[in-house]
């Protein structure tokens, strides 16, 4: 192997290109079919998002970060709201709310600012790059196929579930202190991280409640912070 100064696996995701958006417009529309459809005997929209929520979030254990995990949370709220009020739930009904929901990956899929000047100059500077991004394989090579990116890293590694076995397999040809997870979902990359023995560097920015912060706050403050991708560049 080359000799290269440091492993930078960097996350995808509202890391490098902007994501969590496009589910925005898919909810509400979803939520739009499911009261217009149940009309008086529909929730209050707020119950609805937090059913739809406590879902979805239970559904990661079923799904994984599958593509069909979204749209079938949706359905099964659907369902769930019919079933409390003793209604039939309607076939052409679920079929509109998956092919509704389905739509969250379809691109564009923006590249945050700063990211194409940032990769560049930590390549010239001697970094190994790795993108390690957790999702599902089809819409991932997607969203890299859609925003260009895939020529400015030395390997391109996408996983449907845990961070930490590929960040423990660079710790141990790069050395652990050489080896940094450069994310903004403190479960799937700082805690990941963590696990590894690995740094970590925290971006924050939007993303879904399931990636909030598990484990011991204390190991979570040592991780490096930045409010920009572009201040990486300053303190490696």
């Given at each position: 192997m080359?000799?290269?100064?440091?492993?930078?696996?960097?996350?995808?995701?509202?890391t490098?290109?902007?994501?969590?958006?496009?589910?925005?417009l898919p909810?509400l529309?979803?939520?739009e079919?499911?009261?217009?459809d149940?009309g008086?005997?529909s929730?209050?929209?707020r119950?609805?998002?937090e059913?739809?929520n406590?879902i979805?979030k239970?559904?990661?254990s079923?799904?994984?970060?599958?593509?069909?995990?979204?749209?079938?949370?949706?359905?099964e709220a659907?369902?769930?709201?019919?079933?409390?009020?003793?209604?039939?739930?309607?076939?052409?009904?679920?079929k509109?709310?998956y092919?509704?929901?389905a739509?969250f990956?379809?691109?564009?899929?923006?590249?945050?600012?700063g990211?194409?000047?940032?990769l560049k100059?930590?390549r010239?500077?001697?970094y190994y790059?790795?993108l390690?991004?957790?999702?599902?394989?089809?819409?991932?090579?997607?969203?890299?196929?859609?925003?260009?990116?895939k020529?400015y890293f030395?390997e391109?590694?996408?996983?449907?579930n845990?961070?930490s076995?590929f960040?423990?397999?660079?710790?141990?040809k790069?050395?652990p202190?050489?080896v940094?997870?450069i994310?903004?979902?403190?479960?799937?990359?700082?805690?990941?991280?963590?696990k590894?023995?690995?740094r970590?560097?925290?971006?924050?920015w939007?993303t879904?409640?399931?990636?909030?912060?598990e484990?011991?706050?204390?190991l979570y403050?040592?991780?490096?912070e930045?409010?920009?991708?572009?201040?990486?560049?300053?303190v490696l």
């Open positions: 080359e000799k290269y100064q440091r492993c930078l696996c960097f996350d995808g995701d509202d490098l290109w902007f994501n969590t958006y496009k589910y925005h909810m529309q979803c939520a079919i499911v009261c217009s149940l008086v005997y929730i209050h929209p119950q609805l998002m059913m739809y406590t979805d239970e559904n990661v079923k799904y994984g970060f599958d593509k069909s995990r979204f749209p079938s949370s949706w359905v659907y369902r769930k709201i019919c079933e409390e009020r003793k209604i039939t739930p309607k076939k052409s009904i679920e509109k709310l092919q509704t929901a739509k990956w379809e691109p564009p899929f923006p590249l945050i600012k990211v194409v000047k940032t100059t930590l010239q500077r001697g790059l790795v390690l991004t957790v999702g599902d394989p089809d819409v991932q090579k997607k969203k890299i196929d859609s925003t260009g990116i020529k030395h391109i590694v996408i996983t449907e845990d961070k076995k960040l423990k397999d660079y710790a141990s790069f050395g202190e050489n940094f997870m994310g903004n979902s403190k479960r799937s990359d700082i805690s990941a991280a963590i590894a023995g690995v970590a560097i925290y971006i924050p939007a879904w409640d399931y990636e909030e912060w484990g011991d706050e204390e403050k040592n991780t490096l930045v409010d920009k991708i572009t201040k990486i560049l300053k």
